[in-house]
């Protein structure tokens, strides 16, 4: 069974650090990869997914994600955080199925919190 | 042109009794997802709706819990006997397609859902 590992609970950076958000996964094959955040009160936003080829993702608000596939992972990075990115982070998984949805495999979260 | 909605955004219900919980997808989304996300924990898929088919209950917890949709609209989530450990957030997502790369899923808000 695949599954998705964030082994960080909670990250505290100040505002205008770079941040990397570890996710690693476990899966037979190459799945296709999300990151969500969810802010307090807010419903999750997609902030890039991957499929396929290049393996460095841009996403939204200045996230971006490399695919390592040697190393199972899929992290998260931003060069510089603004307060407003503190939020919980989601790293997903699905398998590499048409016609059969996309059930998503999420890691359990993480926490960031930003420093003035 | 809205988001996906739910209701009710709350629910406190007794120990023992029904609930029913209500997604609206996107319009023209053929595929709806229902999630749960208890305290601390990362979502776990509940079911998959796509179109007319047989919806994927492979992630339903017990006979307790059944969802319903009608064609491309409204699903409905109900779990029955209500237990606390089934106290967490009920999320609903939607998208245009039924799996795949172009398979981007929209979550809405979710029901908190507390069993006294």
């Known amino acids: 069974a695949q599954s998705v590992t964030q082994p960080d609970i909670h990250i505290t950076v100040s505002e205008g650090a770079s941040l990397e958000l570890r996710c690693n996964y476990s899966?037979?094959?190459?799945?296709?990869l999300f990151w969500y955040v969810q802010s307090p009160g807010q419903g999750l936003q997609l902030l890039l997914k991957?499929?396929?080829?290049?393996?460095l993702v841009q996403g939204i608000k200045g996230f971006e994600a490399e695919f390592k596939r040697s190393q199972s992972s899929f992290n998260l990075r931003k060069p510089s955080v603004h307060w407003s990115d503190a939020a919980e982070y989601f790293c997903?998984?699905?398998?590499?199925?048409?016609?059969?949805?996309?059930?998503?495999?999420f890691g359990t979260g993480t926490q960031l919190k930003v420093e003035l | 042109g809205a988001g996906v909605s739910q209701s009710p955004s709350n629910k406190v219900t007794e120990k023992g009794k029904d609930v029913e919980l209500r997604c609206d997808p996107i319009?023209?989304?053929?595929?709806l997802y229902w999630y749960r996300q208890r305290l601390g924990q990362g979502l776990e898929f509940l079911i998959y709706?796509?179109?007319?088919?047989?919806?994927?209950k492979s992630g339903l917890p017990s006979d307790r819990f059944s969802a319903e949709r009608t064609g491309e609209s409204v699903s409905t989530l109900t779990i029955q006997r209500t237990q606390q450990e089934d106290s967490a957030v009920y999320l609903c997502?939607?998208?245009?397609?039924?799996?795949?790369?172009?398979?981007?899923?929209?979550f809405g808000p979710g029901t908190r859902l507390t069993v006294l």
């Open positions: 997502a939607s998208s245009m397609t039924s799996g795949g790369a172009a398979d981007t899923q929209y």
């Open positions: 899966y037979g094959a190459t799945p296709y």
């Open positions: 319009s023209g989304h053929t595929a």
């Open positions: 997903a998984v699905a398998p590499l199925l048409t016609g059969g949805g996309n059930k998503l495999t």
């Open positions: 991957y499929f396929s080829g290049d393996t």
């Open positions: 709706f796509q179109g007319n088919s047989a919806p994927d």
